[in-house]
């Protein structure tokens, strides 16, 4: 009879911090995406175009505020990745080769954290690519 008690009065107990719990993780908003225009800049060696380097990313943000920055901001941050990737494709991506994506994603989340403030937005790389 006292095992009876025990449980229900734990099971009461319970069902507030439980609900609070849950109640807490859903008014966390879920991130927002804002997709890029599509990426491709050439792989020149000396005055010989050997492929070109393309690539697709969004960029993740916590809320609309945030969103409407990153979209008026996005000619700038468009321009800025065209050139980071160039110097990339110039320096150290070669065609049959595979493209270190964690050393790209983290040179083009300094740029965006440069233009956009540090922990504005977050790099998502959706896909990269070496064409011939």
Known sequence: MHFRLAVLLLLVLASPALAAEQEGAAK?????????AP?????????????????QLVLEVENKERQA????????????YLANL??????????????????VARILQATTDRILGSGQARVLVQEAAIRR
């Open 69 to 80: 920055e990153v979209e008026r901001l996005m000619p700038r941050l468009e321009a800025a």
């Open 39 to 55: 990426l491709s800049v050439p792989i020149v060696r000396g005055v010989q175009l050997q492929g070109r380097f393309d690539m």
């Open 28 to 36: 966390e908003p879920a991130p927002i995406y804002v997709s890029i």
């Open 86 to 103: 160039t110097d990339l494709a110039q320096y150290y991506v070669t065609p049959g080769k595979a493209v270190d994506v964690a050393l």
